[in-house]
């Protein structure tokens, strides 16, 4: 199953990359009348970053909640088409760095060239998978990701992840998808719907839970948002939430 998610994972999202269309009508990637994803950017982010980074595939906004200051170190997971890599970038300035890590060739090739064409020399993708993180110890000022982490099947893994290259003091701000509820059992084994971030989704206290069990700390639901009516009943256990945690400075 495991080797099966990824493959699907990664072959669905480099098919997006390369339409450059959101991941699909069923997505689940989106707040609470599903079409929000590029409305909870602010109209200054929205003009400031590359339109192609622009791929409407997140279901948050962790920027507007993780306090970027000049010359900070951030990691994004699951950079995409880079829409959070470029808002970071502006906020860190030229003394600062931006890291997106990516599985999928076809979205590293996307955001690099975005990256090119618009100048932005403060900014690095690499190839990587969000469990086995291709960057080194404590070495990272902010670790944010927007509507991946549920894409995984080892979510412990990806949290210890963040812990050790997070800096002692450094914070992580992560949007995602979680359940409140069980979601029916054909949806949790099909593929499509783990690639669409549904049947990836844990209920939100095991999300919270595993990020405490990483050596996380001060953790917070900075927002939450949720589907309501005219949607399929099993969207309306799904939930979007913004969570602060940090790394303890000793
Ligand atoms: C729903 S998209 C979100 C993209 C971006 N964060 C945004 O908000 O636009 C998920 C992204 O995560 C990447 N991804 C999924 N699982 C991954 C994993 N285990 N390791 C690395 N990247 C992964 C996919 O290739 C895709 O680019």
């Known amino acids: 199953m495991r080797d099966d998610v990824r493959d699907f994972v990664r072959t669905r999202y480099g098919r997006i990359a390369k339409s450059g269309g959101s991941c699909c009508p069923s997505c689940g990637c989106g707040d609470s009348d599903g079409n929000a994803r590029s409305m909870s950017y602010s109209e200054d982010d929205l003009r400031s970053a590359p339109p192609e980074s622009m791929m409407g595939l997140g279901c948050g906004n962790p920027i507007a909640y993780a306090d970027l200051t000049p010359g900070e170190v951030v990691l994004d997971l699951g950079s995409g088409g880079g829409i959070d890599v470029f808002l970071a970038a502006k906020r860190v300035g030229e003394k600062g760095r931006v890291i997106g890590v990516d599985m999928t060739d076809e979205m590293l090739g996307r955001a690099r060239d975005a990256a090119v064409q618009h100048g932005f020399m403060n900014v690095e993708f690499r190839k990587g998978e969000i469990e086995s993180l291709p960057v080194g110890d404590s070495s990272v000022d902010v670790v944010i990701s927007n509507c991946v982490i549920n894409l995984?099947?080892?979510?412990?893994?990806?949290?210890?992840?963040?812990?050790?290259?997070?800096?002692?003091?450094?914070?992580?701000?992560?949007?995602?998808?979680?359940?409140?509820?069980?979601?029916?059992?054909?949806?949790?084994?099909?593929?499509?719907?783990?690639?669409?971030?549904?049947?990836?989704?844990?209920?939100?206290?095991?999300?919270?839970?595993?990020?405490?069990?990483?050596?996380?700390?001060?953790?917070?639901?900075?927002?939450?948002?949720?589907?309501?009516?005219?949607?399929?009943?099993?969207?309306?256990?799904?939930?979007?939430?913004?969570?602060?945690?940090?790394?303890?400075?000793?």
């Open 152 to 250: 995984s099947v080892d979510k412990a893994r990806v949290f210890r992840e963040i812990h050790r290259v997070l800096k002692p003091g450094g914070r992580m701000v992560v949007s995602d998808l979680v359940t409140n509820g069980d979601l029916p059992e054909d949806l949790k084994r099909s593929l499509d719907a783990w690639a669409s971030c549904i049947a990836g989704a844990v209920e939100k206290e095991v999300y919270i839970s595993l990020i405490r069990e990483s050596g996380l700390e001060d953790i917070r639901i900075m927002a939450e948002s949720g589907y309501s009516g005219g949607v399929p009943e099993f969207l309306t256990k799904i939930k979007s939430i913004t969570v602060y945690a940090a790394k303890p400075k000793v």
